[in-house]
């Protein structure tokens, strides 16, 4: 399919983003941003207000949010003064990591707190009081792909399975023909491309193939992709894969959405066995509407649905998490994250279409707003 432009991304961040947000009074002027590459956002986001707090907040994590929280704390600093925001995308694992540690005073992950790995554990030893997981942003997974000639193509869990296992390794594979009778399908080799770091994007993907092709994928989903078993090349970071495909005849590879349509991707429409879907921001808030909380408390940890077959859902989502202390030691710092998380997951949410992000569905949003409520 052609690729889906929601409008002008947000330049990157390289490192650390820092700056200037939100002051101690609520102030509710309207205000534009223009994000690098010219296309101003606007919305609700514009209008919103927003209760300020002063002081300095650290957070790290996922690069999948990257173009987010560039977009937030952007507008958040022209709503207010007297606080710095500063975000470094190093990736879900460290943002878990470094939380936890005590390093950050929030993190961003595309994979909630994992029990089974210690993690909720060591964040409420590390908060003194329950951590959350507050869904903040819907980030579709685009099976982004290069081919000369060739724009528009659908593809089974099967297929991409069998793809990234090295199975399948020409373009003119019958298996992909006989699901894109129309495209004329060279015989160029398939050039992989995956994560290389520790990736919640790299979890989302395979807890889809294991859900969907788990005969074809026998691995446990992991955030590190060199468990997988995949044939391929691994490249750092969300933008890293989508640079590699965008500039790679014959590739393919798994990216957060909002990086295929910075990078001007073509991606794959998705057949789970109720006909094919193309990737949008409605088709991703359709897949997430079926997600079941399993958090208790305030922390709304999702089970999501990757084998549904409902006609319009697009399968391969993932969630990223701000990972918050219910309770901050530091009164000011807890008074903050408050502030900052309330403007993300309301006023915030305006913003994401037009990033290529999928807004929080507004059932979901009220109980994000309410755990957010409880944080001191």
Known sequence: ???????????????????????????????????????????????????????????????????????????????????????????????????????????????????????????????????YDLPMVVGPIGVAFKVNGVDTLTMTPDVIAKIFAGKISTWNDPAIKALNSSANLPATKITVFFRSDSSGTTQNFEKYLKATAPTVFTATPDKDSSKSGWVGQGKAKSQGVAQAISTTEGSIGYVEYSFAV????????????????????????????????????????????????????????????????????????????KSFLSYTATGGQAALPGLGYAPLPSDLQSKVTQSIAGIS
């Open 1 to 131: 399919m052609k690729l889906y432009r929601a409008g002008v991304i947000a330049g990157l961040i390289a490192g650390v983003v820092a700056l200037a947000a939100c002051s101690s009074t609520k102030n509710s002027g309207s205000s534009s941003t223009t994000p690098a590459g010219g296309a101003s956002t606007t919305g609700s986001s514009s209008s919103s207000t927003v209760d300020c707090a002063t002081g300095t907040l650290n957070a790290e994590g996922s690069t999948a949010q990257t173009n987010a929280m560039t977009q937030w704390i952007n507008d958040y600093q022209k709503k207010c003064g007297g606080a710095t925001i500063n975000y470094n995308p190093t990736g879900s694992g460290a943002g878990v990591k470094n939380f936890n540690a005590g390093q950050v005073d929030f993190g961003g992950s595309d994979s909630a707190l994992d029990p089974t790995k210690g993690e909720v554990a060591a964040a409420q030893k590390r908060c003194g009081a329950p951590a």
């Open 262 to 337: 910075q990078d001007n991707l073509s991606v794959a429409a998705v057949d789970n066995g109720g006909g094919p879907v193309k990737l949008s921001k409605d088709t991703a808030s359709a897949a997430l509407s079926s997600a079941k909380v399993t958090g208790t408390g305030g922390d709304l940890t999702l089970k999501l649905d990757y084998a549904t077959k409902a006609a319009g859902a697009y399968p391969i989502i993932l969630v990223t998490y701000e990972i918050a202390c219910s309770k901050y030691t530091d009164a000011a710092k807890g008074k903050l994250v």
